[in-house]
């Protein structure tokens, strides 16, 4: 009888069909589009930062679910860094801190977004349940997921090229952390593209790897999705819906 089992794919194609996954991100999503092209209001943008805020404090909680389930030592050492990134150290305060820096450039008070009550129920179920898959999910899954970290630079790039002239209105001093994104984006997916093509070695393994970081994608497409519904887009379709946190 024939073998059926489909041949794998040489690590060659199979981190290039990994990359080819980009045209999913959602830096093109129709939000993002408007976002980066300037169509946003401010009350669009300042929802942005918002819910974004959200996904900032979970990545962090994440990433330590993620690391409790890393058996070797090597890869802890290299996975706890992306805890620092987010949570801050001595001389450094970290992600979250640059994000509330961006939310006080675009008009927002610390503890209008600290306190979580405009985080619209799509972003925070969509959100949550990233966490869950990395909590529950094999290490190497939860690592591969992490892939969408491939596309970051991109999107962090746009928006310091285009804000600062779309938006005249947002503090500079906002972009830090965008700006350090660039960076450290590039060296965490180095150690999660190296354990992603070094475990799914079968084609059924690759093709649930392309799977994995499909979900990753639709989190972050179903995140901005929420936010379409619930603020609109530009200045003709600013009030889509009754906000459910006025």
Partial sequence: MANDVAVPWSVEEFEARLRAKEKCYHIFHPFHIAMNSGQCTKEQ???WVINRFYYQI???IKDAAVMSNMPDKEHRRLWVQRILDHDGLEGDEGGIEAWLALAEAVGLSRDEVISLEKVTPGVKFAVDAYVNFARTAPWQEAVCSSLTELFAPTIHQKRLDSWPEHYPWID????????????EARRDVEHGLRVTLAHFKTRAEQERAINI??????V????LD???????????????IARMNP
């Fill in 220 to 223: 972050l497409w179903s995140m």
């Fill in 226 to 240: 929420a936010m379409q519904v619930t603020y609109g887009i530009g200045e003709n379709n600013n009030g889509a």
């Fill in 45 to 47: 943008v300042q929802g």
């Fill in 172 to 183: 500079a001093t906002g972009y830090q952390y965008f700006r350090k994104r660039l960076s």
């Fill in 58 to 60: 979970m990545i962090p």
């Fill in 213 to 218: 970081l499909q979900f990753k994608l639709n």
